[in-house]
């Protein structure tokens, strides 16, 4: 099987390359502006990697197409911040961008395998999101967070009226994937990662953790390697199961509120070699979503997926949330980058038997 992935250098692209590579006797084309998540997977001989802008190089992605079974248009803004800082960017990627190559591939007559994401069902009330039942609840329009939710949600109704004039698509929503890698943790400015890269990172920077209204949202923390079990399956498509039907992927095990998380990271980064000091000095403290994201933003007060369809492809997620972190603290301190305050540098074997 050809798979071509655009945005293969993204978080769950160059997981899913790596995976792909190891596990199956399938090629991997992938499209990306960048190539450092990538590494030795650009000298697999099964790989062909090409330094393209999907917005700028539409006739070479166009060419891709029809040369490949499966086509995973990966590429997206996914960072809440951004969706306020730059909403018309959010559309004109996630939607506009994401549309014509999604028709390219109706035309091409080949396999969608597209992201939509929990964020879909936005402020809904159930206490399992359901992908065939669930109602999705967005707020105003000057709240600007929910354009990626409402981009993301046209696109699914857009996918899904294709497939009943012909497109075999499958769309799965990753409930707030994390891992090594997720997103750089040198960043420190508010909102420039994902919750757990920013928790860790301040908590490595000595930096109180701010927890935005308060941390009593929640959310299914789902380990990435998690995640690629569940899109392998979809790609595998045991008796045509994934044809044209929605897939959370994502662990209602893992649903905890932003505050436990935070709570949970200071436990599991005490428990490394050297950091032990950093319990009693980690500061906690609360500000608005407006103080810190700005006016435009909203938020998902609860998010938790039924698993039911993915349960019927033989899916099911494995890792706790707290093992998941150690994975994550532990190839953060592999950087050495970061000194403990009360101790020497761990080393490798000692960070291995934390992980
Ligand atoms: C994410 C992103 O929109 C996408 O990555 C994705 O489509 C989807 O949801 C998902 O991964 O399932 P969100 O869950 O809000 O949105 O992502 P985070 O930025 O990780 O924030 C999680 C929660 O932590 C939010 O309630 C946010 O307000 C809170 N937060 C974040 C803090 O309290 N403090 C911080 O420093 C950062």
Redesign the pocket.
């Known amino acids: 099987m050809k798979v071509l992935i655009l945005g293969v250098n993204g978080f769950i692209g160059s997981a899913l390359t790596r995976r792909i590579l190891s596990d199956t006797t399938w090629s991997v084309c992938g499209v990306d502006l960048h190539d450092f998540r990538l590494a030795t997977a650009l000298d697999h001989p099964r790989m062909r990697f090409l330094k393209a802008d999907l917005t700028q190089d539409r006739g070479l992605i166009d060419s891709l197409i029809p040369a490949c079974d499966v086509v995973l248009p990966l590429a997206a803004y ?3 911040a951004s969706y306020i800082k730059d909403p018309l960017g959010t559309f004109e990627l996630d939607f506009e961008e994401n549309l014509r190559i999604v028709r390219r591939v109706a035309e091409a007559g080949a396999r969608l395998i597209f992201p939509s ?3 879909v069902y936005g402020m809904c009330e159930d206490s399992l999101f359901d992908e065939d039942t669930s109602r999705l609840v967005l707020g105003p329009i000057a709240k600007e967070r929910w354009i ?1 939710a409402c981009s993301k949600q046209l696109l699914d109704r857009v996918i899904w009226a294709m497939g009943a004039q012909g497109l075999n698509f499958t769309l799965f929503r ?4 994390f891992g090594p890698s997720l997103d750089d943790i040198r960043q420190s400015a ?2 420039s990662a ?3 890269t ?2 860790l990172g ?1 908590l490595l920077r000595g930096e109180p ?5 308060g ?1 009593a ?1 929640q ?1 299914s923390f789902t380990y990435v390697d998690d995640g690629i079990d569940g899109l392998m399956r979809i790609l595998q498509n045991p008796d045509g199961l994934a044809d044209r039907a929605i897939f959370n992927l994502g662990n209602p095990d893992n649903c905890v509120s ?1 505050r436990e998380m935070a709570t949970i990271m200071i436990e599991e980064l005490s428990a490394f070699p050297g950091f032990s000091g950093l319990s009693g000095d980690a500061v906690m403290h609360e500000l608005a ?1 407006s103080a ?1 994201y700005g006016a435009a933003y909203d ?2 007060v609860h ?1 938790r997926p039924s698993i039911e369809n993915a349960l019927r492809l033989g899916w099911s997620p494995k890792v706790p949330l707290r093992q998941g972190l150690r994975l994550v603290i532990a190839d953060a301190l592999a950087s050495g980058r970061w000194r403990p305050k009360d101790d020497a540098p761990p080393t490798a074997d000692a960070l291995k038997a934390y992980a």
């Open positions: 996914a960072l809440p994401t929990s964020e990626y990753p409930f707030n994937w508010p909102g994902r919750v757990t920013q928790f301040h953790i701010p927890l935005v209204n941390g949202q959310r932003i979503g810190y938020d998902a998010r």
